[in-house]
């Protein structure tokens, strides 16, 4: 493809980030609408706390399981074609859980969703480290990663809204059909750098020179006859620095699935709000959220730009977030509900704050083993998917939600504790190939 060398850069990529921001709304919306369905779900097929939690945590089995192979895939086969299927058939997923009259369908289908899922984000990373200049990716990493909070600060009165007056097995169903034709869309529009009919040279000059590796789409069709290597899963795992980021994702993670998840039902059944009320109510975190994600990046482009080193650029705004999520704890200490809200709402500007770790999968990968970095990653974040609705469950059985906001306030703690302690330098790791 013959392209004009001469002009001022075109701006694809900032195209390209929208349609990602609107991948991450879909993506949670079809991963917490099980969250506001929970208390029709509950009194309609009699589940318990513990089959609750067990319901919250099925996308996490196998969303968690599938990260790495989720990576491999988005490596080889390029996030055109990963994204397309990945995103449809979850929507698919998403649309019979409408139909689920027990537990066993509906933990099927959750476990499904999670499958499916699992691409995504290793892919939102490829996407925007073959696009984005390194100066500009944690702002873009904010922008994308923003979609999860601030869609669903909208989308959450709306997913109420729809279920009030078609009920939860109808909120499955558009959810489902809507994520279905976003899928097509997405496989018509997308193309990676080298190959997009739009981008001038010039845009391609400024993406390369700043860091973007714009041709990971051609090394991933180069790299379908190539045979997957344990040394490099073995790679991945044997870098303290990267287990930093590991284990931080893994903090972060938790206190968002507990918004994902037990956050409306903690309101509704533990602090007695209604159910509408509660659908708006649980929106003011989101926005919170949505703020702290996306001055985070922005805040820590601009420091880089001030000459600040990239060390302190980037873990500076994860650490302060961190801490910040601690504060939920704090909702343990107060009864009106403007309180309840406001430690809410700090705890998860403060995650929303943190949430721009992904630009340290761009930062440290090897270079060829960006996909699967990010899988190892999301894995290890996903866990949290898991652990987190469970232990809520269990410690929630009684009635009383204290120690389960504690638990999550002490998992904040130690995602700061493993980027204070266990990330060094902040430099791209190099591999013998030898």
């Known amino acids: 493809m013959v392209r004009s060398a001469s002009g001022k850069p075109s701006k694809i990529r900032y195209r390209v980030l929208a349609f990602i921001f609107i991948n991450v709304v879909i993506n949670y919306m079809d991963r917490s609408n099980i969250s506001v369905a929970a208390k029709a779900i509950r009194d309609d097929l009699k589940f318990s706390s513990v089959e609750l939690g067990l319901?919250?945590?099925?996308?996490?089995?196998?969303?968690?399981?599938?990260?790495?192979?989720?990576g491999v895939l988005v490596d080889r086969f390029g996030p055109r074609i990963v994204y397309a299927v990945s995103l449809i058939s979850w929507s698919v997923a998403t649309l019979l859980q409408g139909f689920a009259r027990g537990f066993a369908v509906l933990f099927t289908l959750r476990l499904a969703t999670g499958a499916f899922e699992a691409p995504a984000f290793p892919t939102n990373n490829r996407v925007v480290t073959s696009w984005f200049p390194d100066h500009e990716r944690a702002s873009a990493i904010g922008t994308y990663t923003s979609g999860q909070f601030i869609g669903l600060a909208f989308l959450t009165p709306v997913l109420a809204t729809i279920q009030y007056y078609a009920g939860w097995q109808g909120l499955f169903i558009v959810t489902g059909l809507i994520g279905i034709v976003w899928g097509i869309v997405w496989h018509r529009f997308y193309r990676d750098p080298a190959k997009h009919p739009k981008v001038n040279q010039a845009e391609l000059d400024l993406i390369e020179q700043g860091g973007g590796l714009t041709d990971s789409g051609q090394a991933g069709a180069a790299n379908v006859q190539s045979q997957f290597k344990w040394r490099n899963l073995k790679e991945v795992f044997s870098h303290r620095k990267l287990w930093g980021i590991y284990l931080g994702q893994f903090a972060v993670n938790s206190t968002l699935w507990?918004?994902?998840?037990?956050?409306?039902?903690?309101?509704?059944?533990?602090?007695?709000?209604?159910?509408?009320?509660?659908?708006?109510?649980?929106?003011?975190?989101?926005?919170?959220?949505?703020?702290?994600?996306?001055?985070?990046?922005?805040?820590?482009?601009?420091?880089?730009?001030?000459?600040?080193?990239?060390?302190?650029?980037?873990?500076?705004?994860?650490?302060?977030?961190?801490?910040?999520?601690?504060?939920?704890?704090?909702?343990?200490?107060?009864?009106?509900?403007?309180?309840?809200?406001?430690?809410?709402?700090?705890?998860?500007?403060?995650?929303?704050?943190?949430?721009?770790?992904?630009?340290?999968?761009?930062?440290?990968?090897?270079?060829?083993?960006?996909?699967?970095?990010?899988?190892?990653?999301?894995?290890?974040?996903?866990?949290?998917?898991?652990?987190?609705?469970?232990?809520?469950?269990?410690l929630a059985q009684k009635g009383n939600f204290e120690p389960a906001l504690l638990f999550i306030g002490l998992l904040g703690l130690l995602g700061a504790m493993s980027y204070i302690f266990l990330v060094g330098k902040v430099e791209r790791i190099k591999i013998d190939h030898g």
């Open 258 to 394: 507990f918004f994902l998840t037990w956050f409306p039902t903690y309101l509704v059944e533990y602090r007695g709000l209604n159910f509408l009320k509660s659908g708006f109510l649980a929106s003011v975190p989101f926005l919170a959220a949505f703020a702290g994600v996306l001055s985070s990046g922005f805040i820590s482009d601009y420091l880089i730009r001030k000459g600040f080193s990239v060390g302190v650029s980037r873990k500076a705004p994860i650490i302060t977030g961190l801490i910040l999520s601690i504060s939920i704890i704090g909702a343990n200490y107060v009864e009106s509900t403007s309180l309840i809200i406001f430690f809410m709402a700090l705890a998860f500007f403060g995650n929303g704050f943190a949430s721009i770790t992904w630009v340290f999968v761009s930062t440290l990968a090897p270079k060829n083993l960006v996909g699967l970095t990010g899988g190892v990653f999301n894995f290890i974040g996903g866990l949290a998917s898991i652990v987190v609705p469970i232990v809520i469950g269990v």
């Open 55 to 70: 319901i919250f945590s099925a996308f996490g089995w196998m969303y968690a399981a599938l990260q790495i192979p989720g």
